[in-house]
């Protein structure tokens, strides 16, 4: 039996379909089982915290979000800011029943109501008593130097992800005393 020209033709696309499914498939799988270098690269951040002062924030990120690096002075205490009722963490807790002991650490930059970038106020606000507070001008939320929710519109606190400080060294992406993102 002669094949026809139609045949050739039509033998000769199924294959190029079946190398270039295959080239899509190996493609699909490669990135599917090895991680990106950009995705590695910002799996963890480290900072020198020897250089930030007490009532100072240090701005940079972590998997692509503001990352807000505080130092409360050694005295600090939480009492006297007026929280929101109900804005707890995805532990049902607020922040500094989780970061109590610790005057550095780490919260994500997010304001959890619309995902602005909050400004930190070490001199207060009238929300908040003239304390230290993290001030989203957006629509009005006001955040603890913890994180918590004073007033506004924030359902819950500022996003407290996993990290370890080692001496002077914070390494936010890695278990220590936060275990896992909050």
């Not at 026809?4 to 080239?23: K, M, P, Q, T, W």
Request: one cysteine or more; proline letters at 9%; charged letters at 20%.
């Amino acid at each position: 039996m002669e094949a026809s020209r139609r045949d050739f033709i039509s033998i000769g696309i199924g294959a190029l379909g079946a190398v270039g499914g295959l080239g899509a498939l190996y493609a699909l799988v490669r990135v599917m089982l090895e991680p990106s270098e950009i995705a590695a690269l910002g799996a963890k951040t480290e900072v020198d915290v020897s250089k930030i002062q007490p009532l100072q924030v240090r701005v940079t990120s972590w998997k692509g979000k503001t990352l807000f690096v505080i130092r409360l002075p050694k005295d600090f205490s939480p009492e006297g800011y007026p929280l929101k009722d109900g804005a707890l963490n995805s532990k049902g807790k607020r922040n500094y029943e989780i970061l109590k002991g610790h005057d550095v650490f780490a919260l994500v930059g997010v304001c959890t109501h619309l995902g602005c970038i909050p400004l930190w106020k070490p001199q207060g606000e009238e929300a908040s008593k003239g304390k230290p507070t993290f001030h989203c001008p957006c629509h009005g939320g006001f955040y603890t130097p913890y994180g918590d929710v004073i007033t506004g519109p924030p359902p819950r606190p500022l996003f407290i992800p996993p990290q370890k400080l080692e001496g002077n060294k914070l390494t936010v992406g890695v278990e220590g005393f936060v275990k896992e993102l909050i």
